[in-house]
């Protein structure tokens, strides 16, 4: 491009700035200023070009910042009754100042209080919409969710209690179905994170292409398919709350080794970017997995196995705490659609039995289908289950668990025979241990000595 072409194309740029501005050299001679300026003080391009600044403005500061080199940024210039906000730049050849810089960035200071509330206002929107987000990702379940009154369920709550005032790590093992996510949601309810989001994700239910993506976001244009603003992963919606990673055990290898650096870093980078993000936020983490036995393996990673196996929760399943069966049974009716009869539903004894004697192999998940199920085969005037209205896989497989000899030796034999006429004491007495120690003859330190080994 030539000179003078590049000369017109700057000036042309310059001229529709909104920004007024003046350019003078070193003794004070204006050798240029664009039309904003020119409007703003009523001069002439061209014609005033050449003239002293003090001409029109005696008190200029211009010549003070030619002589001392130092820039004044932000500085308040007031004229005809406004205050103008100014910059004086001062551009050096070497060691001296050779021209200066006048640029008045808001004719009345009006404009930038207009936008100062326009950024507050804008701020507070941003802040609402994150609260918003937070509520949406809020946990729902509390620890008096948790429905249990056996040893086990209380030295559970005991424990997730200890752990929510931490920030390490806590991984939860357990079957399918035992209530991981209640444990997890209900830690974070007693946190310190409890005003911030909770977000959980089932890394068993994440295709292997897409984890990645989900986790850490992607810019504009990353991949066929991506939107063109691009995504923000789940590591930044959960903003110093908690994450909650269900199915660990499921997550690919490659992913362990990437969640593993995002932990000791604290920082990502989305797919298709270049800077880092810092990222805070509490991790829980469960699996129904031998996960020690994955570790062995190969398939599951040593060195994050050992960064998330911090605090150990382990929920024992249904089978064994069945004192907690009726109690949740009747705490799932009690929350089911009413209409059921003009009293409260209630189960039969013979159902209750059934209950207490099934294995729940599904544990509390199966269990609150099971109830559901009855509750849907009640007629309108009846409010009592009976067995009658349990699913008839229930009775065959209840059948099945008890017509199946089982050879074992003696000494195992006594032992499960013990648990069984301790278990059916507890279900004669609805799950009151001081009743229990009575009838077996035991002290309840005894009792509970031997509760600890069901």
Not at 1 to 18: G, I, K, P, S, V
Not at 137 to 158: H, R, T, V
Not at 208 to 214: A, F, P, R, T
Request: glycine fraction near 8%; charge should be positive.
């Amino acid at each position: 491009m030539a000179e003078d072409d590049f000369r017109d194309m700057l000036e042309l740029l310059l001229d529709n700035t909104h920004e007024g501005l003046v350019i003078c050299d070193a003794a004070g001679k204006i050798l240029y200023f664009n039309r904003s300026y020119a409007e703003m003080y009523n001069m002439k391009q061209g014609s005033d070009f050449g003239r002293d600044i003090r001409e029109f403005f005696p008190r200029a500061r211009i010549p003070v910042i030619a002589r001392t080199g130092v820039a004044e940024h932000g500085v308040i210039h007031k004229w005809k009754g406004k205050d103008l906000v100014v910059n004086r730049i001062p551009i050096k050849q070497g060691s001296k100042v050779k021209w200066v810089i006048a640029q008045v960035l808001f004719r009345d200071i009006k404009e930038l209080k207009n936008m100062n509330e326009k950024v507050a206002n804008l701020k507070i929107k941003v802040e609402s919409m994150g609260a918003e987000l937070r509520k949406f990702l809020q946990a729902k379940y509390s620890i008096n969710d948790i429905i249990g009154d056996s040893y086990q369920a209380k030295q559970l709550k005991k424990q997730a209690a200890k752990y929510a005032s931490s920030s390490l790590p806590i991984l939860i093992l357990g079957e399918s179905g035992t209530g991981k996510e209640l444990f997890a949601q209900a830690i974070h309810r007693m946190s310190p994170r409890s005003e911030r989001s909770f977000l959980a994700i089932n890394c068993a239910a994440i295709p292997k292409e897409l984890m990645e993506s989900e986790l850490f976001g992607y810019e504009s244009g990353t991949f066929t398919g991506a939107t063109q603003k691009g995504k923000i992963g789940k590591f930044e919606m959960v903003e110093g709350g908690t994450f909650f990673l269900d199915e660990i055990g499921d997550m690919p290898l490659e992913m362990q080794a990437k969640l593993l650096r995002v932990l000791e870093e604290k920082q990502i980078t989305r797919l298709g970017g270049s800077k880092t993000i810092p990222v805070e936020f509490s991790l829980i983490a469960s699996t129904n997995r031998n996960i020690e036995d994955m570790v062995e393996k190969g398939t599951f990673r040593s060195d994050l196995f050992y960064r998330i196996n911090v605090f150990v929760l382990k929920i024992p399943p249904l089978r064994d705490r069945r004192e907690d069966v009726l109690l949740i049974a009747r705490s799932i009716v009690a929350s089911s659609l009413p209409g059921h009869g003009t009293g409260k539903v209630v189960f039969s004894r013979e159902a209750e039995s059934l209950l207490m004697q099934y294995g729940w192999p599904g544990n509390m998940r199966e269990l609150r289908n099971v109830v559901n199920f009855a509750m849907h085969n009640l007629l309108p005037h009846e409010n009592v289950i009976e067995p009658k209205h349990l699913p008839p896989s229930l009775f065959a497989r209840v059948e099945d668990h008890y017509s199946k000899p089982v050879l074992l030796p003696l000494k195992r034999g006594v032992e499960n025979r013990e648990k069984e006429i301790i278990r059916e004491t507890l279900r004669s007495t609805y799950g009151n241990k001081v009743a229990a120690a009575k009838l077996l003859g035991v002290s309840r330190s005894v009792l509970y000595d031997k509760l600890k080994k069901i």
